[in-house]
């Protein structure tokens, strides 16, 4: 299997840090897919981001860079491995449902941006 | 004299005895402000008004009564600032209510007075993705204090704050505590309530203390750990005293060495040596060391930097410019609204994880990338948990280089996401780790700090907490 060289640094010396996973790992089979690809421009706009020319382009470069090293997961056997969401051993909480102490109106708005008759303002939503 | 620079349990001993007030602890962390934050930068902003009314109110009775503590500026204390160091909350922004964790110091006794720097949104490992200002190295002001906990851990480094707490993502407690000299505790997950902590990654966050001594770390998370019924993830599990087995040691215990933290590539030869001159003086004190190997590390650092982007995309939605923080308006709607805010409001980190988090949770690709991630992270934490079956704790280096140079390869990210490979699995398998300073490295005029990390099961604090003050003993007594 071919290595994955990641450019590092000792001290500003460069060095080259392969992580490619070790074909002695117990589940490493061969890749199972191609070179990831992605829109930057595309994917900013589902993130509800505006980004410059010159920001699209960087990011172009580096979220590729960045994707090409993440895709190593793509040689690790994982048929029948429970996926795992969280850590801890807690599956459901459940409480008494009784009311409690929130924060007041004048604490909720004090942050916002712009308030009217003691709610948020935004600016118009649905085109008439 | 300035008290800054003495550890919280010393203080209490001088406080119970009437050696010394809140007032002059409190009025000596603000005169160390005024004399050194220009040149460190690791607060973004402090108190002393509020601060020295409520040392003239503290109760000594209490655990931490009168101790002046330091928050990150991503934990909430009512009234205050929480600006995550993100232009998108600097300003007005101030918390309308406590986190769970400020509502124990208090109750403790502790006065909260200042916010310390981070990375933006805590995303980073040098404090150089803060928006709002550089922290430095107080070893060398030249290099980065680590992160993204770098105001908290420089501040105590400096004298200028007794402690701290910091959140730790995928090291964020642990590698600046370990690049400044201090010490560094990540709790297990679940141990320590979230609520009030401005959500990162939530699977992977956790608050904890940086002090200057392990008692330090013991006294401070018997104060915030325990169940919270405003977290439905903080586990209501019985917290012990973690002072109480802290001089034990480590004769007969088994201290598992990772051989893959001691790869020959990556790793600065100058901190293998401070490390392994440790790992001889457990075993001389009686520890028994033993071989372990962890050969998912390698794909770690691509699992985590899949699940905390696209837990983080979910995450900073809520910035929408709606409800707090600052709005870019041009008029043409609710959309360009938000799309405006949120291009003023990040920085340049914040929106490449914003983008590779959407991306890999988008239709088509969360199969191939997210799923697999979460399934690569039970591998994972199974290692750990048969590592654990064989040895109390892990012991190895904390971060694979020295503390590098502000602005070092500033262009390209993925450098300094490698650097997290021996602290970013603790996070993805939610078990604890601790930072104590091993030694330091002299290079280029500057005696720079070397961590030693202990790693330990999912809620065995008093485990990693005696190994670290085993190995304060065997250091200090040269």
Redesign the interface.
């Given at each position: 299997m071919p290595g994955f060289p990641?450019?590092?640094?000792?001290?500003?010396e460069l060095?080259?840090?392969?992580?490619?996973?070790?074909p002695?790992?117990?589940?490493v089979s061969e890749r199972q897919?191609a070179a990831p690809e992605?829109d930057?421009g595309y994917?900013?706009g589902?993130?509800?981001?505006?980004?410059t020319e010159e920001?699209t382009a960087?990011?172009q470069k580096?979220?590729s860079?960045?994707?090409a090293?993440?895709?190593?997961?793509?040689s690790?056997e994982?048929e029948g491995?429970?996926?795992?969401?969280?850590?801890?051993?807690?599956l459901d909480?459940f409480?008494e449902d009784e009311t409690d102490k929130s924060?007041t109106r004048e604490?909720?708005l004090?942050?916002?941006?712009?308030t009217a008759l003691d709610q948020?303002r935004?600016?118009?939503?649905v085109?008439s | 004299m300035n008290l800054a620079t003495t550890s919280i349990a010393t203080l209490r001993r001088m406080l119970l005895a009437g050696e010394t007030t809140p007032r002059e602890i409190v009025e000596s962390v603000g005169t160390a402000i005024s004399a050194q934050n220009e040149t460190i930068g690791g607060y973004l902003s402090s108190d002393f008004e509020k601060a020295l009314v409520d040392a003239e109110a503290a109760d000594l009775a209490r655990p931490l009564g009168g101790i002046p503590i330091a928050l990150k500026d991503n934990i909430n204390v009512e009234d205050h600032p929480c600006s995550c160091a993100s232009r998108f909350l600097e300003g007005?922004?101030?918390s309308?209510?406590d986190a769970t964790v400020s509502t124990r110091l208090k109750e403790a006794g502790a006065v909260l007075y200042g916010r310390t720097n981070l990375d933006e949104f805590a995303m980073g490992s040098s404090t150089e993705n803060s928006a709002l200002q550089q922290t430095r190295n107080p070893h060398a002001h030249d290099r980065i204090p680590g992160g993204s906990s770098g105001g908290s851990a420089a501040v105590v480094a400096a004298d200028m704050a007794v402690a701290a707490l910091g959140s730790d993502t995928g090291g964020s407690i642990r590698q600046p505590a370990s690049h400044c000299g201090v010490v560094g505790l990540k709790p297990s997950?679940?141990r320590v309530s979230r609520y009030g902590l401005v959500a990162f990654a939530?699977?992977l966050d956790q608050i904890g203390p940086l002090t200057r001594t392990v008692e330090d770390s013991a006294l401070l998370l018997r104060v915030i750990a325990g169940g919270d019924?405003r977290d439905?993830?903080c586990?209501d599990a019985e917290v012990p005293d973690y002072t109480a087995g802290l001089q034990r040691g480590v004769s007969g215990m088994k201290l598992g060495v990772p051989r893959e933290y001691f790869a020959d590539?990556?790793l600065?030869p100058a901190v293998r040596a401070r490390i392994e001159e440790a790992l001889g003086k457990f075993e001389a004190e009686g520890a028994e060391l033993v071989d372990i190997s962890l050969?998912?590390t390698?794909?770690a650092?691509?699992?985590y930097?899949?699940l905390a982007p696209a837990e983080a995309?979910s995450n900073l939605?809520r910035y929408?410019?709606?409800?707090?923080?600052?709005?870019v308006?041009n008029?043409?709607?609710?959309?360009?609204?938000?799309?405006?805010s949120?291009?003023r409001g990040?920085g340049?980190e914040v929106?490449?994880r914003?983008?590779?988090g959407?991306?890999?949770l988008?239709s088509g690709y969360s199969g191939?990338?997210y799923?697999?991630?979460?399934?690569?992270?039970?591998?994972i934490?199974q290692e750990y948990q048969q590592a654990f079956q064989r040895v109390d704790a892990l012991v190895g280096p904390v971060s694979?280089?020295?503390p590098?140079?502000i602005g070092?390869?500033a262009?390209?990210?993925?450098?300094d996401?490698?650097?997290d490979i021996y602290t970013i699995s603790a996070n993805?398998?939610?078990i604890c780790g601790l930072s104590v300073p091993c030694g330091t490295v002299e290079?280029e005029g500057s005696a720079l700090p070397v961590g030693l990390q202990i790693l330990g099961p999912?809620l065995a604090e008093d485990v990693i907490l005696r190994v670290g003050r085993a190995w304060e003993i065997i250091r200090d007594e040269e």
């Open positions: 990641v450019p590092g640094s000792i001290n500003g060095y080259t840090l392969n992580l490619e996973l070790s002695e790992h117990p589940r897919s992605i930057v994917v900013a589902l993130a509800r981001l505006d980004l920001e960087q990011f580096q979220l860079e960045i994707l090293f993440v895709d190593t997961l793509s690790l994982v491995v429970e996926p795992t969401a969280h850590p801890a051993p807690i909480c409480r924060l604490q909720f004090r942050n916002a941006p712009d948020v935004v600016p118009k939503v085109d | 007005g922004y101030l309308p209510y997950y679940g939530s699977s019924k439905s993830t586990l590539e990556g600065d050969p998912s390698s794909f650092v691509a699992t930097y899949i995309s939605s929408d410019g709606v409800r707090y923080g600052n709005r308006d008029g043409e709607g609710v959309i360009a609204m938000y799309r405006g949120r291009a990040f340049p929106k490449r914003i983008i590779l959407t991306y890999v988008s191939k990338y799923l697999r991630a979460q399934k690569a992270r039970t591998l934490q694979p280089t020295l590098r140079r070092e390869f262009d390209n990210p993925l450098q996401y490698l650097a993805l398998a939610g290079r999912h």
